[in-house]
């Protein structure tokens, strides 16, 4: 099974950390985020690895141009560990990532089987956000935005995409998570 997980902004703690890696367990496939897959492509002495590494010297995973996160993934999903099936979080992030996972994916003769969002009201967030760090109008505003690119991924995957409430306590989003891939 290959899966596709999507976060609320600032919602991506179930995600990146024992969820992705409980999914991958239970499918008995490798899980990994985004950035790993940028990070371990930036320290490959590859012409594409070279080319991620010089934006990774510049700055975080998540401003690699879309045009060459979408080569690294491919060049990921290529690998023989994911043939079987694989958990990835934190991509597809906008609509064209989306298309660019869809088109590396059926150069595989496959395709991504399902997404699970991970929705955190801004309410929540704004409830535990360190005010020190960014201003309710700064969370709320931004969250706008990533939510207007979640959303775009979110209707490309159409009847394969479900949401997934992330409010309440680990085991219970384990619960909705594994229920919505009829794993429990």
């Known amino acids: 099974m290959r899966i596709g997980l999507l976060a609320t902004p600032f919602g991506e703690g179930f995600m990146h950390l024992d969820g992705r890696d409980m999914l991958a367990e239970k499918l008995g496939v490798p899980g990994f ?25 510049s700055g975080p995973a998540a401003r690699t141009p879309i045009p060459l996160a979408g080569r690294v993934v491919a060049d990921r999903l290529a690998e023989p560990d994911v ?5 990835l979080s934190g991509y597809p992030y906008t609509a064209e990532c989306a298309r660019d996972l869809d088109a590396a994916l059926s150069r595989l003769g496959t395709r991504l089987d399902r997404v699970l969002r991970f929705v955190v009201p801004v309410e929540v967030i704004l409830q535990q956000w360190p005010v020190s760090v960014m201003s309710g109008a700064e969370v709320r505003s931004e969250y706008r935005h990533q939510q207007h690119n979640a959303d775009s991924v979110f209707e490309h995957y159409g009847d394969r995409a479900t949401e997934i409430d992330a409010v309440g306590d680990e085991d219970l989003i384990r619960v909705r998570a594994l229920t919505a891939l009829d794993l429990r």
Do not use: H, I, N, Q
Request: glycine letters at 10%; one cysteine or more; aromatic letters at 10%.
């Open 33 to 57: 985020s985004f950035e790993e897959m940028v990070r371990a492509c930036g320290t490959k002495r590859t012409p594409l690895g070279r080319e991620v590494d010089e934006y990774l010297v």
């Open 83 to 87: 043939a079987d099936g694989f958990v």
